[in-house]
């Protein structure tokens, strides 16, 4: 069964430091892989997204993931965190197959200290 | 820019009540979605709904939930009886095509008393 584990349940970091936040999943066939952000009483909210192509994508807010399929991963990395990135961040897959339906990861949430 | 809406924002209701969650899709999506989140826990999918017929669910989209697209803008989620377990935020997603990011809606908060 499709499934993405997210090992960090929170993480803080200090303003201007560096961040990852990781992500494993595990599915039967090329997986396409999204991180979402939440912040406070939002909606989620797409930082980026895998398709197909180069390994390492940009996305939104300066932050960037690299997808390595050796390790099933797809990791999320900022060079220079700032007190607003302060959310949930969650990953997920989504199975073409099956309705486009996303599974997600159990979020990571970010702490940001001045 | 385009986004989702949900409506209410809040919902309260008492067990056993019906309760209709209400969603506008981007105009030119053509999939569309519902998850729930319980407070704490991870997103997760409850329906899928492609060319106005139920494409995928979940084992949590049982009898007691439904989905509509009653025209050509509105989709609904609704669930016949509420359980006090069904209190979580539901969120509405869609999509353009199958291999497109979804965009989310801001969510209901659903709350059953």
């Known amino acids: 069964a499709q499934s993405v584990t997210q090992p960090d349940i929170h993480i803080t970091v200090s303003e201007g430091a560096s961040l990852e936040l990781r992500c494993n999943y595990s599915?039967?066939?090329?997986?396409?892989l999204f991180w979402y952000v939440q912040s406070p009483g939002q909606g989620l909210q797409l930082l980026l997204k895998y398709f197909s192509g180069d390994t390492l994508v940009q996305g939104i807010k300066g932050f960037e993931a690299e997808f390595k399929r050796s390790q099933s991963s797809f990791n999320l990395r900022k060079p220079s965190v700032h007190w607003s990135d302060a959310a949930e961040y969650f990953c997920a897959v989504g199975h073409l197959n099956a309705g486009n339906m996303l599974t997600f990861g159990g979020g990571t949430r970010l702490m940001v200290k001045p | 820019e385009p986004e989702v809406t949900q409506t209410p924002s809040h919902q309260v209701t008492q067990m056993g009540q019906e309760v209709i969650l209400r969603c506008v899709p981007i105009?030119?999506?053509?999939?569309f979605y519902w998850y729930r989140q319980i407070l704490g826990q991870k997103v997760e999918f409850l329906v899928s709904f492609y060319n106005n017929e139920i494409s995928e669910k979940s084992e949590i989209f049982d009898d007691q939930f439904s989905v509509e697209r009653p025209d050509g803008s509105n989709f609904t989620l609704k669930i016949r009886s509420t359980k006090l377990e069904d209190s979580a935020m539901y969120f509405c997603?869609?999509?353009?095509?199958?291999?497109?990011?979804?965009?989310f809606g801001q969510g209901t908060r659903l709350t059953v008393v």
């Open positions: 599915y039967g066939a090329t997986p396409y």
């Open positions: 997603a869609s999509t353009s095509g199958r291999n497109t990011e979804a965009f």
């Open positions: 105009s030119n999506h053509l999939y």
